[in-house]
């Protein structure tokens, strides 16, 4: 296991019945004089709960929209299902994007909409199809993450579970392969924490969906990854890798034996 970011090359720790669909070689970025991380190189599995895990501070989001070619890495590459998203552009950037769908923290959600109207928003964008069409696929998405009675309430009659499910459910709307979740389970209630980490393992196993998640919850990273990265402010890049519960049993460095049991220096 990587002591140091750079060390491991993510690969030996994916089965390999699990193509890659997402692959990071050399990955640095930084604001400035600032650097988050440094050469970080991991693949995800298509049909893996992948976690990004690490303290607050160390680039975890950051990462994510550098996956989602929100950002440029000042070095190194992201590969999404073969294509390069930060240097992509025109047509072939666009059916790039058509294939992640993504869960901001808050749920991103437009308040004067209902959630069928929220759902229905990257379908009028990027399909042609007729309004009672997007409805339906609206519905069906809706009905999938356990909201299908809910489709006609405005974000602010809902509850914050309910407001991630519905953003679960836009991501969806175009049915991509891979979706990204920002901070799924963070300002929730252990309850309605533990139905969302269900509703994502659910996700992943009936539909096959390839699912990244930033997150610092610890029940969540247990309860839904198949693989992680630790990511750690001082180190400025990756320090671990694998099965959290293995990490969890058999930390290899005191960061990450810290980290699992949320230990104070």
Known sequence: MAERAGVGDGIADRPADRPAVIEA????????????????????????VFVILGGSGCGKSTLLKLM?????????????????????DGEARRNLLRQLGVMWQSGALFGSMTLLENV???????????RDAREDVARVKLGLVGLGDAAGRLPAEISGGMAKRAGIARAMALDPPILFLDEPSAGLDPV????????????????????????????????IGD?????????????????????RDEPPNDTVRRFFRRETR
Not at 72 to 84: E, K, N, S, Y
Not at 211 to 216: G, Q, R
Not at 227 to 247: F, N, S, V, Y
Request: aromatic share 4%; net charge negative.
């Open 25 to 48: 070689r050399g990955i640095s970025m930084g604001f400035g004089s600032r650097v988050l991380f440094r050469d970080v190189n991991f693949d995800v599995g298509r049909g893996e």
């Open 68 to 88: 989602i070619g929100l950002y440029q890495p000042t070095a190194g590459r992201v590969t999404i299902l073969g294509g390069d998203l930060s240097r992509a």
């Open 120 to 130: 229905m928003l990257p379908l009028e964008a990027h399909t042609d199809l007729p």
């Open 192 to 223: 309605t924490s533990a139905g969302l980490d269900e509703l994502i393992k659910d996700l992943a196993r009936d539909l096959g969906t390839t699912f990244v998640v930033v997150t610092h919850e610890l029940q969540s990273i247990l309860a």
């Open 227 to 247: 693989r992680c990265i630790m990511l750690d402010k001082e180190a400025q890049g990756m320090i671990a890798e694998g099965d959290p519960r293995h990490l």
